[in-house]
Nanobody
Framework: QVQLVESGGGSVQAGDSLRLSCAAS????????MGWFRQGPGKEREFVAAINWSTVTMYADSVKGRFTVSRDNAKDTLYLQMNSLKPEDTAVYYC?????????????????WGQGTQVTVSS
């Protein structure tokens, strides 16, 4: 089993930056695709960004150019650098891992999920 724990959320002003981390334990995820999803108030959980075991990435159009996903396989940790934050980025952000070689935007592609970390951006 894989356990995922997110950290780094908080309350910031529009234009600020935050860096989210997701630490994996229980089993190495160094060969897993991993992703970030978010769920805003009254909305469905949506795809944000994903990365394969190495450096192949994909992003939602709404965050492209502002967010960067990366990983440190030696630490079994996933990151999401969020710059130029907007109020519409306010959501609970979830980390996910899937035993697959390529990243995907689909929630069903990930079998392991964290509990989420809150990000609040005020104008």
């Amino acid at each position: 089993q894989v356990q995922l724990v997110e950290s780094g959320g908080g309350s910031v002003q529009a234009g600020d930056s935050l860096r989210l981390s997701c630490a994996a334990s229980g089993r190495t995820v160094s060969r897993y695709a991993m992703g970030w999803f978010r769920q805003g108030p009254g909305k469905e959980r949506e795809f944000v960004a994903a990365i394969n075991w190495s450096t192949v990435t994909m992003y939602a159009d709404s965050v492209k150019g502002r967010f960067t996903v990366s990983r440190d396989n030696a630490k079994d940790t996933l990151y999401l650098q969020m710059n130029s934050l907007k109020p519409e980025d306010t959501a609970v952000y979830y980390c996910a891992a899937g035993d697959r070689s390529s990243p995907t935007r689909l929630r069903d592609g990930y079998g392991y999920w964290g509990q989420g970390t809150q990000v609040t951006v005020s104008s």
